[in-house]
Nanobody, 122 residues
Framework: QVQLVESGGDSVQPGRSLTLSCAVSGVSVEEYCIGWFRQVPGKEREGLSWNIWSATYYSESATGRFTFSKDNARNTVYLQMNGLKAEDTAVYHC?????????????????WGQGTQVTVSS
């Protein structure tokens, strides 16, 4: 059974940093596409960062402020977020899908975590 469990969401002031964690079980973060996404009610889900093996990709909104990392031994991935803005307020999800010949930079992932809430407000 595949499970992804996010943690680390919090309510912070603008300009602060947060690091989200995603503990993965049932598949290996070394072998699967892993993505970070966020969802605001009433808006489309937004992809932020995608990783496969040693390659990491970022959306325009994540570039320069967000950093994807992973700990293969812990089978856990992270999203470090710096310089948070009010518009970063969302539920953040990690997701996994089997790597194939297609790009991992997509949103039709197979397995999803339940999400963790990030609120940025003064």
């Amino acid at each position: 059974q595949v499970q992804l469990v996010e943690s680390g969401g919090d309510s912070v002031q603008p300009g602060r940093s947060l690091t989200l964690s995603c503990a993965v079980s049932g598949v290996s973060v070394e072998e699967y596409c892993i993505g970070w996404f966020r969802q605001v009610p009433g808006k489309e889900r937004e992809g932020l960062s995608w990783n496969i093996w040693s390659a990491t990709y970022y959306s325009e909104s994540a570039t320069g402020r967000f950093t994807f990392s992973k700990d293969n031994a812990r089978n856990t991935v992270y999203l470090q977020m710096n310089g948070l803005k009010a518009e970063d307020t969302a539920v953040y999800h990690c997701a996994a899908r089997r790597a194939d010949d297609e790009s991992c930079v997509r949103d039709d992932y197979t397995y999803w975590g339940q999400g963790t809430q990030v609120t940025v407000s003064s």
